[in-house]
C-alpha cells in the first residue's frame, strides 16, 4: 500500500493546476468581451470620425455648418460612453492614449463652439440682407449699375459664399458709401474666412488616428488573450492526458503487478541458475555461518552441503591465508561495501584450490544488511601458472647469476693478470700480445653484460639511477677509450662537442654512455679502413641531442626495420665478417624507451648510416655534487698504507688481488671462505675488507652480518664480487657495504674505492 501513497500529491498538485488554468480561463473570457465590447465601439468611433471629414469635406455643397455641428453632437455623445469603458480597463497603456484623445477632443469641442459662434453670426447677417436687399439694390444703382456686384449679393443671400470670398472693394469700391452693407458684407467675409480655418482645425485635430491605435493595442491585447487560452487549453489537455494516463498506468501496474513478479521471478531463477552453473556460490547470515550453498560449491570443496550449512565459513579457510586479509574482508563488507579478492581455499580431503571471490552485502528494505552473499570463480590453474612462472623466472635470474659469476671469475683473473704482465713486460710484440688477450676478455665481458642487461630490460626489473654530471668532461673521457681501437682500425673520429655541453644536468650516465658506447663500436666495426666516423653532440631545450655517423656497409630499409630486434644483424654474412652477437642496437633501444627519448636512423644500402638520439634531461642549476671519477694513468697509483683482510676462494683471485695490493702498497691476508674471514677478523686488526660473496661455507653478505654483530661496524667492508647483474651493487650497499667493486676487477677503481674509504 505504501507504494501508491506518491498518487495522492501527484493528483492534489494536477488538479490545483487544473482550477488554476480554469479559473484564469474565466478571468481571460470576461477580459475578452469587455475588449470586444470595446473593439465593436472603437469601429463606430473611427466610422463617425470618417463622417465628419466627409461632411467637412462636402461643405457648401451638399451640407453645412449646421451639418457638422450636428454630427460633432452625435459623436461627442458617444465618445463620453467610449471613453468610459476605455478607462474601466485599467491599462496604462490605454490610459495614456485615453487621455491624449481627451486633451484632443476637448480642443475639437472649443473648435465646434467658435463654428457655432460664427455660423450664428453669418445667418443674422445673411438674413439682414435678405430683408434689405431691394432697397440696397437700388441704392447701388444710383452708385451705378454693376451686375457683378449685384450678382455677389445674391450669391451671399443663397449661401454660394464660399467660393467667393472676396475684397469688397475690389467688386465695388464705391460700396463704402453703403454703410450697412458694407458692415454686414465685411462681417460674413470675416466669419466664413474664420470658418475656413476652424475647418482646417477640425482636421487636423481629428481623432482617427487615436482610435486606430487604440484598435491595434485592443487586437493585439485580445490575440494575447487568445495565445494564452491555447496555452492553457493545451496544458488543461497535458494536465488531463497525464492524469489519464498516470490512472492508466497504475491501474495496469495493478492488474499485472501478479503477473511482472512472477515473470522478474523467472528472469531471477535464471540468473541464479546460470551464476549456480558457472559460479561457486555461498550465502552467510551477519555472523558468517553458512545459509546455502549451490552444487558447485560442494563440488569444488568436496563438501556435502548437510556438511557445511550452519558452520561457520572458515571451515574451508586455508592456513596459509593471512588473518589481515580477513580482516579486511570484514571492515568491508560490514560497511555496505563489496569486497574483491583472490583467496586460497582447503578442500575436504586437504588439497587447496584458490578462488577470485566477490562478496557482497545484501540489504533489507530499510537498508540494513540481511545476509552477504558470496560469488566464486576458480582460478587454480592461473594461480599455478603464474606460480610456474615466477619460479621460472627466478630460476632464469638464478641461471643468469651464476652464469655471470662463473663467466667472470675466469675473466677477471685473464685481464687481471694480462694487464700486470702489460705493466711489467716491455717487450712491445709481447705487449701487443697482452693487449690482444685483454680485448677478447674485454669483448667477452660485453657480450656477457649485453645478455645480462637484454634480460634485465625485458623483464622489467631494470631501473634507471639518475645523479648529477657534467657532459662536457664525461663523454671526452668516453671517447677517448676508442682512441686504441680507433688506431687499430686505422680510422679518424671526427668530433664535435658544442659548448652548451659545459653544464650539470641529471641523468644515468652509466646508461648514456652505454648508448654511446655501442653506436661509436658498431660505427668503428661498420666502417672501411682510412675512413672517417662523425660524432657530434649538444644540449639545448633540455635535450642531450648525439649524433653518431659512418661511412660504412649502410642498410637497407627492410634491415633497418628489424636491426633494432634482439640477435639480429644485416644477415649472416655480416656475423661471420664483422662479428657481434646482434644485441647492441637492440639494448640501445631499450635504454632509449626507459630514458623516454628517441632515437632516428637513417642509412642507405652501401653509403654508411646515421643515428641520432634526442635524450631528455633536466639542467641542475645549482648542483650539490658532481662524482668525481677522473681516469688515472699507468703506474699512477701512489702508495696507501693499511692492512687488508682478503675474503676469496678462487685461488688465481687471490692471487692477482694479492697482487695489487703490493702494488697499491697494502698489506694482506687472505679467508678462503667467510667463516674463516669471521674468525681471522676477531684474531687481528684490520683496516678493510674485500667480500667476495659466493664462496662455500658462508657468502659474504652472511660473513659481513657476523662481523658488524659481533665487532660492530667501524671497519668498512667492500663487495668484491662477479655478482654484476643490474640492481646488484645497491643490493649490497642496503645490506651495509661500504662499498662496491664488481669482477671482472677495474685496478683504477678498486684502488678509487680502498683509497676512499682508508682516508
Known amino acids: 500500500m505504501r507504494k501508491y501513497l506518491i498518487i495522492i500529491p501527484i493528483f492534489i498538485v494536477s488538479l490545483i ?3 488554476f488554468y480554469v479559473f484564469r480561463n474565466s478571468q481571460i473570457s470576461k477580459i475578452s468581451k469587455e475588449l470586444t465590447n470595446i473593439q465593436q465601439q472603437s469601429f463606430k468611433m473611427e466610422i463617425l470620425s470618417h463622417k465628419q471629414l466627409k461632411v467637412l469635406d462636402s461643405l457648401n455643397k451638399t451640407t453645412s455648418h449646421d451639418d457638422v455641428v450636428k454630427i460633432n453632437d452625435i459623436f461627442q455623445e458617444k465618445f463620453h460612453s467610449y ?18 484623445m481627451e486633451q484632443k477632443n476637448s480642443n475639437l469641442i472649443n473648435i465646434y463652439e467658435d463654428i457655432k459662434t460664427d455660423n450664428a453670426v453669418i445667418k443674422n447677417s445673411i438674413f439682414w440682407l435678405e430683408k434689405s436687399y431691394k432697397t440696397y439694390i437700388v441704392n447701388i444703382g444710383k452708385i451705378g449699375n454693376d451686375k457683378e456686384f449685384t450678382q455677389y449679393i445674391f450669391d451671399v443671400i443663397n449661401s454660394n459664399y ?10 465695388h469700391p464705391k460700396i463704402y458709401e453703403v454703410d450697412k452693407l458694407k458692415i454686414h458684407l465685411q462681417i460674413i467675409n470675416k466669419k466664413q474666412k474664420s470658418l475656413l480655418n476652424l475647418n482646417k482645425e477640425l482636421k487636423n485635430n481629428s481623432l482617427i488616428k487615436d482610435i486606430n491605435i487604440i484598435i491595434q493595442e485592443i487586437n493585439s491585447k485580445l490575440q494575447e488573450l487568445q495565445n494564452e487560452t491555447a496555452s492553457i487549453i493545451k496544458s488543461l489537455l497535458i494536465s488531463s492526458l497525464f492524469l489519464l494516463i498516470f490512472g492508466l498506468v497504475v491501474y495496469i501496474r495493478e492488474i499485472m503487478s501478479s503477473r511482472e513478479i512472477q515473470k522478474l521471478k523467472n528472469e531471477l531463477q535464471q540468473f541464479v541458475d546460470a551464476l549456480n552453473q558457472s559460479a561457486i556460490v555461498s550465502k552467510t547470515d551477519l555472523q558468517g555461518d553458512i545459509t546455502y550453498v549451490n552444487d558447485n560449491f560442494c563440488t569444488y570443496s568436496g563438501y556435502k552441503a548437510e556438511e557445511v550449512l550452519g558452520q561457520p565459513h572458515n571451515i574451508i579457510r586455508h592456513q596459509n591465508m593471512q588473518s589481515s586479509v580477513f580482516k579486511e574482508l570484514w571492515e568491508t563488507i560490514q560497511a555496505k561495501k563489496i569486497f ?13 584450490y584458490y578462488v577470485d571471490s566477490v562478496i557482497i552485502p545484501i540489504l533489507d528494505v530499510d537498508g540494513e544488511i540481511e545476509e552477504y552473499l558470496a560469488v566464486r570463480y576458480d582460478v587454480t590453474e592461473l594461480i599455478l601458472s603464474r606460480d ?10 638464478e641461471f643468469l647469476s651464476n652464469m655471470s659469476h662463473e663467466l667472470r671469475t675466469p675473466l677477471n683473473s685473464i685481464n687481471g693478470f694480462s694487464t700486470i704482465l702489460k705493466r711489467l713486460i716491455k717487450d712491445e710484440k709481447q705487449v701487443a700480445y697482452l693487449q690482444s688477450i685483454i680485448d677478447s676478455s674485454d669483448s667477452l665481458l660485453g657480450i656477457v653484460n649485453d645478455i645480462l642487461d637484454l634480460s634485465k630490460l625485458q623483464s622489467g626489473k631494470f631501473s634507471l639511477d639518475y645523479h648529477h654530471f657534467n657532459p662536457s668532461e664525461k663523454i671526452p673521457l668516453l671517447l677517448s677509450r676508442f682512441d686504441t681501437q680507433l688506431i687499430h682500425s686505422k680510422l679518424i673520429m671526427n668530433k664535435k662537442l658544442d659548448k652548451t655541453l659545459n653544464t650539470t644536468i641529471n641523468g644515468d650516465w652509466l646508461r648514456i654512455s652505454q648508448v654511446i658506447t655501442n653506436l661509436v663500436s658498431n660505427a668503428i666495426k661498420f666502417s672501411p679502413k682510412d675512413s672517417e666516423i662523425y660524432f657530434s653532440t649538444k644540449y639545448e631545450d633540455s635535450k642531450l641531442v648525439i649524433v653518431v655517423k659512418d661511412n660504412g656497409i649502410g642498410m637497407s630499409q627492410e634491415i633497418q626495420d628489424r636491426i633494432f630486434k634482439p640477435f639480429e644483424q644485416a644477415d649472416s654474412s655480416t656475423t661471420r665478417e664483422y662479428g657481434g652477437t646482434g644485441l647492441g642496437l637492440s639494448i640501445v633501444l631499450n635504454l632509449i624507451e626507459q630514458m623516454k627519448a628517441e632515437i632516428n636512423l637513417v642509412s642507405k644500402d652501401g653509403e654508411g648510416s646515421t643515428f641520432r638520439v634526442i635524450i631528455p634531461l633536466i639542467e641542475i642549476e645549482s648542483p650539490t655534487e658532481i662524482e668525481d671519477k677522473t681516469e688515472l694513468e699507468e703506474d699512477e697509483f701512489e702508495s696507501l698504507n693499511g692492512h687488508i683482510l682478503i675474503a676469496e676462494d678462487n685461488k688465481t683471485n687471490q692471487m692477482f688481488i694479492g697482487i695489487l695490493m703490493s702494488e697499491f702498497g697494502l698489506s694482506y691476508k687472505i679467508a678462503n671462505d667467510g667463516v674463516e674471514a669471521v674468525d681471522m677478523f676477531g684474531k687481528e686488526k684490520f683496516d678493510l675488507v674485500l667480500m667476495d660473496e659466493n664462496m662455500p661455507n658462508m657468502n659474504g653478505s652472511e660473513a659481513m652480518k657476523r662481523i658488524h654483530t659481533k665487532y660492530g661496524k667501524e671497519t668498512p667492508i667492500v663487495a668484491l664480487t662477479a655478482n654484476a647483474m643490474s640492481g646488484d651493487k645497491e643490493k649490497f650497499l642496503e645490506l651495509g657495504m661500504s662499498g662496491y667493486v664488481s669482477k671482472p676487477i677495474d685496478d683504477e677503481e678498486l684502488y678509487r674505492v680502498i683509497s676512499k674509504l682508508l682516508k
Do not use: P
Not at 471613453?83 to 491624449?100: E, G, H, M
Not at 574483491?340 to 587447496?352: C, E, V
Open 17 to 19: 493546476i487544473i482550477s
Open 83 to 100: 471613453i468610459k469603458n476605455l478607462k474601466k480597463l485599467n491599462d496604462s497603456k490605454l490610459s495614456n492614449l485615453v487621455l491624449n
Open 162 to 171: 464660399r467660393d467667393i470670398i472676396v475684397d469688397i472693394e475690389d467688386i
Open 340 to 352: 574483491k579478492a583472490t583467496i586460497q581455499n582447503t578442500k575436504k580431503n586437504g588439497d587447496s
Open 388 to 397: 610456474k612462472a615466477i619460479v621460472a623466472e627466478k630460476a632464469k635470474d
